[in-house]
């Protein structure tokens, strides 16, 4: 089964400072992988995903996420925080056989401070 | 191009009651996905409905059911509320049942008492 591990509930960065949100994922088959940003009282964008046309991928938002199989991992990443980035991150992997189906991490919530 | 719509915003409903969640999927697709999020938790895949089918399913009772109707709009029926089913309700759209992303509406909040 395919699955997605995000470390850590809660992230704190400055304004300006780098965000790196980590994931890693597990699957025996290449995954197809995203990343979703949730707003408060809001559903889920899509920032960015992973198709295995390139390992780099680069987002909306200024974020961007590497591929990499040597460490099973997907981290999302952000050169410089901006306030409006304060919002709640899901990693997530999609299954294809049969049906679609989107797993999800447990969610990293990223805090801006000024 | 309309995105993902969903109806109602909010509900509020006691425990026993039925409640229908409603989804209007994006433009040209024909996959419909709902979705539970507890508080503070990460979206649990309920069930799928492509062409009208029912065509994947979850780790849920029975008791949530679905439908999807010609024009691939969505409903989601829950049976004997309990309280346990407060959450986010989210509905997503895609295109076929290949690795194409799904797409998310805004949501509905349900609170059961």
């Known amino acids: 089964a395919q699955s997605v591990t995000q470390l850590g509930s809660h992230v704190s960065v400055s304004e300006g400072a780098l965000v790196l949100l980590r994931c890693n994922y597990s699957?025996?088959?290449?995954?197809?992988l995203f990343w979703y940003v949730q707003y408060p009282n809001q559903g889920l964008q899509l920032l960015l995903k992973?198709?295995?046309?390139?390992?780099l991928v680069k987002g909306i938002n200024g974020f961007e996420a590497e591929f990499k199989k040597s460490e099973t991992s997907f981290h999302l990443t952000k050169p410089s925080a901006h306030m409006s980035d304060a919002a709640e991150y899901f990693c997530?992997?999609?299954?294809?056989?049969?049906?679609?189906?989107?797993?999800f991490g447990t969610g990293t919530k990223l805090q801006v401070i000024p | 191009e309309t995105g993902v719509t969903q109806s109602p915003t909010h509900l509020i409903k006691t425990r026993g009651q039925q409640v229908t969640l409603r989804c209007s999927s994006q433009?040209?697709?024909?996959?419909v996905s709902w979705y539970q999020q507890a508080l503070g938790q990460g979206p649990q895949f309920i069930f799928q409905?492509?062409?009208?089918?029912?065509?994947g399913r979850g780790n849920f009772p029975p008791r949530f059911s679905g439908l999807q109707f010609p024009n691939y709009s969505s409903e989601l029926n829950v049976n004997a509320l309990e309280l346990d089913d407060s959450a986010l309700y989210l509905c997503?759209?895609?295109?076929?049942?290949?690795?194409?992303?799904?797409?998310f509406g805004p949501g509905t909040r349900l609170l059961v008492l």
């Open positions: 997503a759209s895609s295109l076929g049942l290949g690795k194409e992303t799904q797409y």
């Open positions: 699957s025996s088959v290449p995954p197809y």
């Open positions: 992973y198709t295995s046309a390139a390992t």
């Open positions: 997530a992997v999609i299954h294809s056989g049969g049906y679609q189906k989107v797993t």
């Open positions: 433009s040209g697709h024909n996959t």
């Open positions: 409905y492509y062409r009208e089918e029912e065509n």
